[in-house]
């Protein structure tokens, strides 16, 4: 995605009329949360692109509960895995001279397979701040990082040192990354970790819906921050909002990759509509009439550009507004912030036009779905 960092964030808050102007004490927004799936506590992702990190470790922490492996008290190690993927785009940037994406942004898949590959530690073995660092700060760092493979890349004739070289910067902002550790008063390595909390590359199945591939089939989605080149299926937007019910309705959450440019979209409010009037003064004050989205806008949208991959976060469950609308509860990584303590209330048209993509456990797939594309 092209993150959203906290910088951005107040860049949003500062330039939008509406914000700043709910008194939340007189709010008509009255929510009824409907079905909800556990999960941890808001994290902030501070001046990081790493929304796609705390957005899946969130996930991943809620199906630890799910599967009987922790509690609410889960905490993963964003940073671990952030470590991990700066060195293998770094790989892949050498090894497409340049020729690739290489910033702060991924995607679920990608901390699904580094967990696989490399394992995860708990945020007590590794936070990626160093001694006195009060919050995560990646802009220096990665246009050092950036500059060093621009600069071995001039060469013509990379040497090996480059790799030791890279992990250095990594040492020096972030820390060195354990090879062992003690969680709960047990050893363990990265790996021996990550198959102890049941994660399973295998287990889990990326969706979109978008018509220029058939559907029911897979391909890789062309979105910048798709550098691993993973794999999506391709189902209708209908079976994309049945998937995404019946997972929250059967315990599973979703690892949600979407839009949050929109003018209806206030992480300050905790709210994301879809307005037919954008400019209505009282947009974040109570419920209004939202656009009709179908496929065709899906696609003409995701083609224009004005709809992009900005953001990940977690979706945890379904609620009503007084007025009987659909929304779903989705957990950001912005902080607590708004009257909802950093969750985002987002309609359902907003969310059948903003949503990039999702990921589920495959046990989450409704059988008629699984029968289209699990040939």
Same mark, same amino acid.
């Given at each position: 995605?092209?993150y *959203?960092?906290?910088t *951005?964030?107040l860049?949003?808050?500062?330039?939008?009329?509406?914000?700043?102007?709910?008194?939340?004490?007189?709010?008509k927004?009255?929510?009824?949360?409907d079905?909800?799936?556990?999960?941890?506590?808001?994290?902030?992702?501070?001046?990081?692109?790493?929304?796609w990190?705390?957005a899946t470790a969130?996930?991943?922490?809620?199906?630890?509960?799910?599967?009987?492996k922790?509690? +609410?008290?889960?905490?993963?190690?964003?940073?671990?895995?952030?470590?991990?993927?700066y060195?293998d785009?770094?790989?892949n940037?050498?090894?497409?001279? %340049?020729k690739?994406?290489?910033?702060?942004g +991924?995607?679920?898949?990608?901390?699904?397979n580094?967990?696989?590959?490399? %394992?995860m530690?708990?945020?007590s073995?590794?936070? %990626?701040?160093?001694? %006195?660092d009060?919050?995560?700060?990646?802009i220096?760092?990665?246009?050092? =990082?950036?500059?060093?493979l621009?600069?071995?890349?001039?060469?013509?004739?990379?040497s090996?040192?480059w790799?030791k070289?890279?992990e250095a910067?990594?040492?020096?902002y972030?820390?060195?990354?354990?090879?062992?550790?003690?969680?709960?008063?047990k050893?363990?390595?990265?790996? +021996?970790?990550?198959?102890?909390?049941?994660?399973?590359?295998?287990?889990?199945?990326?969706?979109?819906? &978008?018509?220029?591939h058939?559907? &029911?089939?897979d391909?890789? =989605?062309?979105?910048p921050?798709?550098?691993s080149?993973?794999?999506?299926?391709?189902?209708?937007?209908?079976?994309l909002?049945k998937?995404?019910?019946?997972?929250? @309705?059967?315990?599973?959450s979703?690892?949600?990759?979407?839009?949050?440019?929109?003018k209806?979209?206030?992480?300050k409010?905790?709210?994301?509509? *879809?307005?037919?009037?954008?400019?209505?003064?009282?947009l974040?004050?109570?419920?209004?009439?939202?656009?009709?989205?179908?496929?065709?806008?899906?696609?003409?949208t995701f083609?224009?550009? @004005?709809?992009?991959?900005d953001? =990940?976060?977690?979706l945890?469950?379904?609620?009503?507004?007084?007025?009987g609308?659909?929304y &779903? *509860?989705i957990?950001? +990584?912005?902080?607590?912030?708004?009257?909802?303590?950093?969750?985002?209330y987002?309609?359902?048209p907003y969310?059948? =036009?903003?949503?990039?993509?999702?990921?589920?456990?495959?046990?989450a797939?409704?059988?008629?779905?699984k029968?289209?594309i699990?040939?």
């Amino acid at each position: 995605m092209k993150y *959203l960092s906290f910088t *951005l964030l107040l860049f949003f808050v500062m330039n939008n009329n509406s914000y700043g102007q709910i008194d939340y004490k007189t709010s008509k927004y009255i929510f009824t949360k409907d079905k909800t799936v556990e999960c941890t506590e808001v994290k902030s992702q501070d001046r990081t692109g790493t929304c796609w990190s705390f957005a899946t470790a969130s996930f991943l922490e809620s199906e630890a509960i799910r599967m009987g492996k922790g509690d +609410s008290q889960m905490d993963f190690s964003e940073m671990y895995v952030v470590r991990k993927v700066y060195q293998d785009k770094a790989m892949n940037y050498i090894l497409r001279q %340049g020729k690739a994406n290489f910033s702060q942004g +991924s995607l679920s898949h990608d901390l699904i397979n580094i967990a696989n590959n490399y %394992g995860m530690v708990p945020e007590s073995a590794y936070a %990626g701040k160093l001694e %006195g660092d009060k919050i995560h700060n990646h802009i220096e760092m990665e246009a050092i =990082l950036k500059g060093m493979l621009d600069g071995v890349l001039k060469q013509k004739r990379p040497s090996k040192k480059w790799k030791k070289a890279f992990e250095a910067i990594l040492d020096v902002y972030l820390g060195e990354a354990p090879e062992k550790f003690t969680h709960n008063g047990k050893t363990y390595t990265p790996k +021996s970790f990550a198959s102890e909390m049941g994660v399973k590359a295998s287990e889990y199945v990326n969706f979109t819906s &978008y018509t220029h591939h058939p559907f &029911y089939e897979d391909f890789v =989605l062309e979105i910048p921050d798709n550098y691993s080149n993973g794999s999506f299926y391709n189902v209708p937007l209908e079976d994309l909002e049945k998937i995404t019910d019946h997972a929250l @309705s059967n315990g599973y959450s979703i690892a949600w990759d979407g839009d949050v440019s929109e003018k209806g979209f206030s992480s300050k409010n905790g709210i994301a509509v *879809l307005p037919i009037d954008e400019k209505r003064e009282d947009l974040f004050n109570k419920p209004g009439v939202e656009k009709q989205v179908d496929q065709e806008m899906r696609q003409e949208t995701f083609e224009n550009y @004005s709809t992009t991959d900005d953001h =990940l976060m977690h979706l945890t469950g379904t609620a009503k507004d007084q007025k009987g609308t659909k929304y &779903y *509860l989705i957990k950001n +990584s912005w902080g607590e912030i708004s009257e909802h303590k950093g969750f985002i209330y987002m309609s359902d048209p907003y969310f059948k =036009l903003k949503t990039v993509s999702i990921m589920v456990h495959k046990d989450a797939i409704p059988d008629s779905v699984k029968a289209k594309i699990f040939k």
